[in-house]
């Protein structure tokens, strides 16, 4: 465990770190090694690094270091990894062996043969032998001689020799196994960002800070090419390897240069490749295919396939390049989550597998950004502050509704598609709703302006104000925006919130205008909170003029207004109760029952702003997450906190699953969407009840972030004599992390507690229902009709045993040679006759009768469940007329012990047609079960009448709520 998982206070471990989606990359340059037949890239997310295999761009594992890594390579089956001053090798998730020579920083690593080469930010250089960690030499003279070395390469065939690149644009030739200079190269006035061996012996490819690229023979110290890349520093170089004479560039503008080198100019020039700087460009050995990585956190895989000599994605893995604000899961199975950030993007992110993440797109940004003569950046839209969506219409028409910074107009996207829709909503002029605007309206504001200006004349701090508030109010009378939105539940209306104060509805649909709510202005700030039901009879609105304010949907009218004594931020709706759950400028939460109309409960402990809020699906749970960076899980029944932790980042969205298994958050400056699971939903849980002082006076547990792969940290391994002990301490020190970290969650003896039950679900919610059995249909379904399905599959011949052939041909004797025929052999089939004597009874028929005497047939249902169908229709067929129709009374008692029970339902059915169908005959010839036949043909009626009517409501309502609006 790292040094994040402190804990202070005790609480409820209740959800768990789980894992981290959206993560791909980040500015540290990738590495790549080639095993076997496929090529593998190594990139660097934070204290972690991912392993992809280039075939299909898939993550095949996940190592964790517990440090930033500043620098990676591979070699073999190790990998290097840099942290600090630290370099440490690891094979898979293990640690192998450690290297802490270093003083400084480790910036640039090279796998060399059996050594591996370092240098810090101390300009010290070290060679290191991998096997034993020892220093196989130093060089330290760089300083002295005013060369600070920024890059690092091996230049083939030449046997110890590594050639140093530097900020002044000099390079130096070194002999690492004497420690000696043996060449210093003048440079070209400009700071060497990278050095790339090209396929041909003794040329170097050199990357300047100027934005030149430099092809240069080492041997004679001879420049033979020079090119330019516009745009800014070269950050990355990669020659092709399958023949064709070719030479990739990446700059810091994010673009890609393809050059001829036979030529001797630009072939191609890939333009918007990424949006910000290219932090390594590799070409797959003998292969036309470019991988690149930036630091927008994408990595993408090129093939060069066009007719044009240009490329094309092939496939990539994209995140968001800059830190997500808004999460909400889609869907009712909890597999996506839609997510937008500063990056202007809305993406939409699949935890179950990463391949299927993707960006809704924004249309042909590269096209239209070439035509206008700006960045594909430029032309997308601005930064989206809110979003909603519905799954019911998704496949009908537009489905997610976005509101973004400054623009007035909301985009529509189908999600289906994944594309940005045709229509945008858009806000009606004023002209066009005139019945909106009553005289009395407008001489209510136009009052209010004045008294602002009056007050902004006086010279006092709330004259000045009031001077800010009056600006700020015509600001947002004359430029509006839209700062909310909210996707009905139908999928069939979107209702926008206006920062001038104004409520729409319109059609998701045509786009069109439908309703305004109020007149003209629902409210007289700017809206921070929309929301309606589940069968839309009432919309919900909040603003910064400290009201929640409650409208019939249809109508308009407004039904219910609650005042706050602070602005309200922002709320949440749960649909299946109704409760709306708002937070105001002093970090309170209150409840407001829409049913009652009253303000139920109230939630206080946050030191911070509010950020984000999310419900339970059941409506028990409140998550609340705030700018203290600790999130809190409120249980609305008892109103006391339920758990609590700490982050060490602060939470900017939250928001729970679906299927309640899951929260997802996000977190400022992370680009990932972090997954934590809910214990609870796994078995028990037993967690302390916090009273007011404990929450006020003590901390909440820090936890760390959860990793991409959360797996079980292993022990730290070492060569030489003292590995043993070194693996005894670290599995010591692993045990130690996880008590600290279960140490918050302890339950002491004489705390308060409440647990949380494994739920198991009863036989029979009701008796009032009708209840099926848990049965495959397998084992009832076809019961009534398997002699019918015996008869079909009857074979038409008895199977023939084939004919042996010989070993040995036996021959005829005699001048010409035959072979002897085979004598037949006759085959016998053997039967076996199996008699049932009647004597004795099957358990079957022991429990049916012990059931008739007792008059409880519970044993006897548990033994007919666990038998197959096969077996059910032979103990059926086996009830005989012995004792004048004994076992026929206590079968048919059996039955209507079902339907009295009105559990197993369709097993009564299926047993009543089975033995009708067997002994429907016989059972006249008995008189004493008339009264039996007839009370079973009563009830099974009466089931059946109930069955429909409950169907028939079902049916009813599912049409009612499928036709709604």
């Known amino acids: 465990m790292s040094a994040a998982t402190q804990t202070t206070a005790a609480s409820s471990l209740l959800f768990q770190p789980f894992r981290c989606v959206g993560a791909i990359t980040s500015h540290v340059p990738f590495a790549t090694q080639t095993r076997a037949q496929d090529t593998f890239v190594t990139t660097v997310v934070g204290d972690s690094y991912h392993v992809y295999n280039c075939k299909k761009l898939n993550l095949v594992f996940v190592g964790h270091v517990g440090k930033p890594i500043h620098a990676i390579t591979c070699a073999g089956p190790l990998t290097f990894a840099a942290c600090g001053s630290t370099v440490v090798a690891k094979r898979r998730d293990v640690s192998i062996r450690t290297y802490d020579q270093h003083s400084g920083d480790v910036l640039l690593m090279l796998p060399f043969g059996s050594h591996l080469i370092t240098v810090d930010a101390t300009n010290v250089v070290r060679v290191l032998d991998v096997a034993s960690t020892d220093t196989f030499c130093t060089l330290e003279d760089f300083s002295s001689l005013k060369f600070t070395i920024t890059a690092l390469s091996h230049p083939s065939t030449y046997i ?133 990585s930036s630091e927008d956190n994408t990595l993408k895989l090129w093939i060069f396939d066009n007719p044009d000599g240009s490329a094309r994605v092939l496939r990539s893995r994209e995140g968001h390049s800059a830190p997500p604000n808004k999460i909400r899961w889609y869907g009712e199975k909890g597999h996506n989550i839609l997510s937008a950030g500063t990056d202007r993007a809305l993406r939409d992110v699949c935890v179950i597998k990463d391949e299927r993440s993707r960006e809704l797109s924004q249309g042909h940004l590269v096209r239209r950004a070439k035509a206008a003569g700006r960045t594909a950046n430029d032309m997308r839209l601005p930064a989206i502050v809110d979003f909603s969506s519905a799954v019911t219409r998704e496949k009908d028409w537009d489905n997610v509704a976005t509101c973004h910074r400054s623009k007035l107009d909301v985009c529509l996207w189908s999600y289906e598609k994944r594309v940005l829709g045709h229509s945008t909503v858009e806000l009606p002029k004023k002209g066009s709703i005139t019945a909106m605007r009553g005289a009395s309206t407008r001489k209510r504001k136009q009052a209010k302006r004045r008294a ?157 702003r509010i950020t984000d809020m999310s419900w339970s699906p059941d409506g028990r749970w409140l998550l609340t997450a705030a700018m203290d960076m600790t999130v809190r899980v409120w249980d609305i ?194 039967s076996k006759s199996f008699i049932v004597s009647g004597s004795d009874l099957s358990k079957f028929q022991r429990l049916l009768l012990a059931g008739k005497e007792s008059g409880d047939f519970a044993d006897l249902l548990e033994m007919i469940k666990s038998l197959g169908i096969g077996a059910v229709d032979f103990e059926i067929k086996s009830l005989t007329a012995y004792d004048e129709g004994d076992q026929y009374e206590a079968f048919l008692q059996f039955l209507l012990f079902l339907l009295d029970s009105k559990n197993n339902f369709e097993l009564c059915q299926a047993y009543s047609n089975a033995f009708f169908t067997s002994h429907g005959s016989e059972l006249i010839q008995f008189k004493t079960l008339i009264p039996l036949l007839e009370q079973l043909k009563t009830k099974m009626d009466d089931a059946w009448l109930q069955v429909d009517g409950l169907l028939q409501y079902s049916l009813c309502m599912l049409t009612y709520f499928k036709d709604q609006r």
């Open 637 to 830: 029944p008892s109103g006391r906190m339920l758990s609590w932790f700490s982050v060490p980042s602060a939470v900017t969205s939250i928001d729970m699953s679906p299927q309640g298994d899951f929260l997802a958050t996000t977190h400022v400056d992370e680009l990932g969407i972090f997954l934590w699971v809910n214990r609870s939903m796994f078995g028990e849980v037993t967690h302390k009840i916090l009273s007011a002082e404990a929450i006020e006076d003590g901390e909440a547990p820090m936890i760390a972030l959860p990793l991409v792969s959360m797996t079980r940290r292993p022990a730290q391994k070492r060569s030489g004599d003292d590995q043993d002990e070194d693996e005894d301490q670290d599995d010591a020190d692993h045990e130690a992390d996880v008590a600290d970290y279960a140490k918050a969650f302890e339950v002491e003896e004489g705390d308060e507690v409440a647990t949380t039950e494994a739920f198991k679900s009863p036989e029979q919610l009701s008796t009032e229902l009708v209840t099926l059995s848990s049965l495959p249909r397998s084992r009832w379904q076809n019961l009534h009709k398997l002699d019918v399905i015996r008869e079909r599959n009857k074979p038409t011949e008895a199977p023939k045993a084939p004919v042996r052939a010989p070993f040995f041909l036996s021959v005829i004797p005699g001048l010409q040679p035959q072979f002897k025929p085979e004598e037949e052999v006759e085959v016998k089939s053997k």
């Open 452 to 608: 602002q200006a009056k007050e902004a004349a006086r010279d006092t701090p709330a004259a000045a104000q009031a001077k800010e508030d009056a600006g700020a109010t015509v600001a947002r009378a004359q430029h509006p925006t839209a700062q909310r939105t909210h996707v009905t539940a139908c999928g069939n209306f979107v209702i926008v919130g206006y920062s001038d104060g104004q409520v729409h509805r319109y059609n998701m649909q045509s786009a069109r205008h439908r309703l305004a709510y109020g007149h003209p202005y629902a409210h007289d700030d700017i809206v921070t909170g929309i929301a309606s039901d589940a069968i839309n009879s009432f919309v919900v609105s909040c603003s910064r003029d400290k009201t929640i304010k409650m409208w019939n949907f249809d109508q308009g009218i407004l039904v219910a207004t609650v005042t706050s004594k602070t602005p309200v931020t922002q709320m949440r709706l749960n649909t299946n109760n109704n409760l709306l759950a708002f937070a105001c400028v002093d970090t309170a939460i209150r409840l407001f029952d829409t049913d009652v109309k009253k303000v139920v409960r109230l939630f206080s402990g946050h030191q911070g």
């Open 160 to 292: 110890n020799k590594i050639l140093f690149g530097s900020r002044c644009g000099r390079l130096q030739l070194w002999n690492i196994k004497t420690c000696k200079l043996l060449y210093t190269f003048k440079g070209w006035g400009s700071a060497v960002n990278v050095l790339e061996q090209a396929p041909a012996v003794d040329i170097m490819g050199i990357g300047l800070e100027s934005g030149k690229i430099v092809i240069h023979d080492i041997k004679f110290d001879e420049t033979l090419m020079t090119f330019t890349h516009e745009g800014g520093p070269v950050t990355s170089l990669s020659f092709r390897t399958d023949g064709e004479p070719f030479l990739a560039s990446g700059n810091a503008l994010g673009t890609i240069a393809i050059w001829n080198l036979e030529e001797k100019r630009l072939h191609t020039f890939m333009s918007y490749c990424h949006q910000k700087p290219v932090a390594s460009l590799q070409y797959l050995a003998s292969q036309p295919l470019l991988l690149s």
